[in-house]
């Protein structure tokens, strides 16, 4: 029996030998899933990250988009706003030049209660539009031609040297509406 117990308690050892070493190789098993799962962990942190700053990038952008475009709009309103009776006023251009033509026949005429009432009604015409935000454009003769705010409807030989290039004539008036020309002056420039 003793014989027995001495084969049998070798065969124990070299079981629990066999045991004990599958148990270290199912720790290091154990110890690579592990790791595995660590490497998993992490890249899935790594790309939660990723995805986060690319959503704050796009929310950053579209923010500064929209910011762009209240500007924008806050713009565009107060331009409108500034011009926004400009075809009435335009409108209304005419009908001032035909006071000035009118103020011009009544002072040759004997009658000056006519001629003040005129005025009287021209001047708080002009006032009114003035109010509105229309200037006119101060052209005389001698000044120099510009093309951007001047239209030049003819040439004429200049009656002398300093008026070459330069305003001989205004026929027209031109007016600004806040910052917009609405009315090129119409002018005679000497050649």
């Keep these: 029996m003793s014989d027995k117990s001495k084969v049998e308690e070798m065969e124990e050892e070299s079981k629990k030998g066999q045991t004990d070493g599958s148990t270290e190789l199912n720790g290091e098993d154990i110890n690579s899933d592990q790791a595995e799962e660590q490497q998993e962990e992490v890249s899935v942190e790594d790309q939660l990250k990723e995805d986060l700053a690319k959503e704050k990038d796009k929310f950053l952008r579209l ?29 209304l251009l005419p009908v001032m030049d035909d006071f000035d033509r009118a103020l011009k026949e009544l002072a040759k005429s004997e009658d000056k209660e006519m001629f003040k009432g005129v005025e009287l009604i021209s001047n708080k015409f002009k006032e009114t539009l003035k109010n509105k935000g229309l200037e006119q454009i101060e052209v005389g003769e001698g000044d120099a031609f510009d093309a951007d705010v ?32 609405i009315r090129h002056p119409k002018v005679v420039v000497g050649n």
Excluded: C
């Design 63 to 91: 923010f500064a988009e929209f910011e762009n475009f209240k500007k924008r709009t806050s713009k565009e309103r107060m331009d409108l706003f500034k011009t926004a009776g400009q075809e009435v006023i335009v409108a």
């Design 150 to 181: 001047h239209d030049a409807i003819t040439q004429i030989p200049a009656p002398n040297k300093k008026l070459k290039g330069k305003i001989i004539d205004v026929v027209e008036k031109g007016f600004k509406l806040g910052d917009r020309i």
